[in-house]
């Protein structure tokens, strides 16, 4: 599945009254059914967790958030991550809001509500997308917050994979559509 395929089929289920459907980024080498196991729900940042000051807000507790699902996809009220915000100042995610990291492991599997939130997320990041796949789930909101909420990440307990595609597909369709553009344009 690519781009618009995949775009037709989460407006399909959107429609269709089933689940919503979250994306995240999978490696290759490991079986997708693995994030079912319940020692695989949780979520922590790349690379190792820092604690102390937050570089995210410089410990003012507020951020900028821009939900990267939407600035792809347009506005929806119905998106989980902003209700159709898009852009907007909240509490910063990273510190919850007191300035200091001190929580860097939350409760769920880190996913973005659209498949074009997610790989903007990962182009802006200049992740490597080697070796990696998109993988769709079904699963229900755990209410934690997300380290990186403020780009439209959520945390979910998920139910069931839908389905996988080679990473690579993914990163080139997102290219097509917008992969020059950054959080500053929408």
């Not at 074009?116 to 993988?135: M, P, T």
């Given at each position: 599945m690519q781009g618009r395929q995949v775009e037709l089929l989460a407006a399909e289920r959107s429609m269709s009254g089933r689940a919503p459907t979250y994306f995240r980024r999978w490696s290759i080498d490991r079986d997708p059914d693995e994030v079912l196991r319940p020692d695989e729900q949780y979520s922590t940042p790349w690379g190792a967790p820092d604690h102390g000051p937050c570089d995210k807000c410089q410990g003012a507790g507020a951020t900028a958030y821009a939900c990267r699902s939407c600035l792809e996809g347009g506005a929806d009220r119905r998106c989980p991550a902003c209700r159709g915000r898009v852009r907007f100042t909240g509490v910063c995610p990273a510190c919850e809001g007191d300035g200091q990291i001190d929580r860097t492991t939350r409760?769920?599997?880190?996913?973005?509500?659209?498949?074009?939130?997610?790989?903007?997320?990962?182009?802006?990041?200049?992740?490597?997308?080697?070796?990696?796949?998109?993988?769709?789930?079904?699963?229900?909101?755990?209410?934690?917050?997300?380290?990186?909420?403020?780009?439209?990440a959520l945390l979910i307990r998920p139910t069931r994979v839908v389905g996988a595609l080679p990473f690579e597909h993914a990163m080139t369709a997102w290219s097509r559509v917008g992969a020059t553009r950054r959080v500053g344009a929408s």
């Open positions: 409760e769920g599997v880190s996913v973005f509500p659209s498949f074009q939130g997610l790989c903007r997320y990962i182009a802006e990041r200049d992740a490597d997308s080697a070796g990696f796949i998109a993988i769709e789930l079904e699963g229900d909101l755990t209410g934690d917050v997300d380290l990186d909420a403020d780009t439209g």
